[in-house]
């Protein structure tokens, strides 16, 4: 992807953060897709990352497919970004302008800032890089199937080795780019 189109899908994303913050709409019934304990950490999410998982679940079933464990880890591929415990490192939409920036202009002081332990001020900065390892924690703890796990735990980069999960990572990062 290009710098300006990069730029232009942040633009796009932080747009779309907005709105689901300041103008929420209803959420779709999700009962079908998730279990108890699975709906319980998704609504631990931000409005904007809930609609974010729920669009990329969305774009998913639009273009057929039916895999339930792929579609399961469409909704739960960022619930890392509510922090291990929910309320520590929860990650405002401050926080994400400020990863998207640093990241993209000054990657060392990104790492550094990123580098934390709960209580620290930078936590949040550290949930947001860390997001997906943290959720893959999460979904284990919930006894969901480990293909669900290893697509939430490598949903942003690796996994193309294993090939169960190739062919779903493709289609879950488009989805997840296009969203």
Same mark, same amino acid.
């Given at each position: 992807?290009?710098?300006?189109?990069?730029a232009?899908y942040?633009?796009?994303q /932080?747009a779309?953060?907005?709105?689901a913050?300041?103008w929420?709409?209803?959420?779709p019934?999700?009962?079908?897709?998730?279990?108890e304990?699975?709906?319980?950490? /998704?609504?631990?999410?931000s409005?904007?990352?809930?609609?974010?998982s729920?669009?990329?679940?969305?774009?998913?079933?639009a273009?057929g497919?039916?895999?339930p464990d792929l579609?399961?880890?469409?909704l739960?591929?960022d619930?890392?970004?509510?922090?291990?415990?929910?309320?520590?490192g929860?990650?405002?939409?401050?926080?994400?302008?400020i990863?998207?920036?640093?990241?993209?202009v000054?990657p060392?002081?990104?790492?550094?800032?990123?580098?934390?332990?709960?209580?620290d001020w930078?936590h949040? /900065?550290?949930?947001?890089?860390?997001?997906?390892?943290?959720?893959?924690?999460?979904?284990?703890?919930?006894?969901?199937?480990?293909l669900?796990?290893?697509?939430?735990?490598?949903?942003?980069?690796?996994?193309?080795?294993?090939?169960?999960?190739a062919?779903?990572?493709?289609?879950?990062r488009?989805?997840?780019a296009?969203?």
């Amino acid at each position: 992807m290009s710098a300006l189109a990069r730029a232009a899908y942040r633009v796009r994303q /932080f747009a779309a953060a907005l709105r689901a913050e300041l103008w929420p709409t209803p959420l779709p019934d999700l009962r079908g897709a998730l279990g108890e304990a699975e709906g319980a950490i /998704f609504r631990r999410l931000s409005r904007a990352d809930q609609r974010h998982s729920v669009a990329v679940w969305q774009t998913l079933r639009a273009r057929g497919v039916a895999d339930p464990d792929l579609l399961k880890a469409a909704l739960l591929h960022d619930v890392g970004k509510a922090g291990a415990d929910g309320a520590s490192g929860r990650i405002t939409l401050a926080h994400r302008v400020i990863h998207v920036l640093l990241r993209a202009v000054a990657p060392a002081a990104w790492r550094r800032l990123a580098q934390s332990r709960p209580g620290d001020w930078r936590h949040a /900065f550290y949930v947001q890089e860390h997001h997906a390892a943290i959720g893959a924690e999460l979904v284990l703890g919930l006894g969901a199937p480990a293909l669900v796990i290893d697509l939430v735990r490598y949903h942003q980069e690796g996994g193309e080795d294993q090939p169960a999960l190739a062919w779903r990572l493709a289609l879950l990062r488009q989805a997840d780019a296009s969203n």
